[in-house]
């Protein structure tokens, strides 16, 4: 259920912040984990040309019209992010989202990918702030785990207004991982190794 969380006295009201968890103290106990570590690796919440140069090419590669790098702080903030062209007729996402929308708040607690070829065959899935602005009808995303933490810091993903097959799901799936090492390379997020 997503609320706002205020840390500390009924006054102390100007540190609220969106949850999207049932345990709001452990999740912005995580968050300032998040924010100390991105300052200790240089990271800023803002976008990053490289990091748009890696979502393009996750989009150009999957046929996706959406693709995004996205850090988990204060709000959901796009630093990387591909939009279809202006002139598509499809809408245009912006750098920065609430904390609760869309699947990558998933992907974050769970700490794993989340492939959702079919988003509308999934209840649990079907509807949020983003599938009904965007229309999305699939989602591809996986985390960046950060070894020194253990946390998910930055999830890369697809999202696109039409279904995917199963048969297709596992290239997509492979595809967001690529971005996934290609943006904890950029970032320098040491990572832990791949399970045998």
Do not use: W
């Amino acid at each position: 259920m997503t609320h706002l969380y205020t840390p500390g006295s009924p006054r102390d009201i100007q540190h609220q912040v969106e949850v999207f968890t049932d345990d709001p103290a452990t999740e912005l106990a995580d968050m300032a984990t998040r924010l100390s570590r991105f300052a200790e690796l240089g990271i800023t919440m803002e976008g990053q040309d490289v990091l748009d140069d890696i979502a393009t090419d996750m989009a150009s590669k999957s046929g996706f019209l959406y693709a995004m790098v996205n850090a988990f702080g204060r709000v959901q903030t796009f630093l990387g992010l591909h939009n279809p062209p202006q002139e598509s007729g499809y809408p245009i996402v912006g750098r920065t989202m609430s904390r609760a929308h869309g699947f990558c708040p998933e992907v974050i607690q769970r700490q794993r990918g989340l492939p959702l070829p079919n988003v509308a065959a999934s209840p649990r899935f079907q509807s949020n702030e983003v599938v009904d602005a965007i229309g999305i009808q699939s989602y591809f995303g996986s985390p960046i785990i950060d070894e020194v933490t253990g946390l998910a810091l930055v999830t890369s993903c697809l999202i696109d207004p039409e279904p995917r097959t199963l048969r297709d799901a596992t290239r997509i799936q492979g595809i967001v991982r690529d971005g996934v090492r290609a943006v904890a390379d950029v970032l320098k997020i040491p990572t832990p190794p791949p399970a045998s």
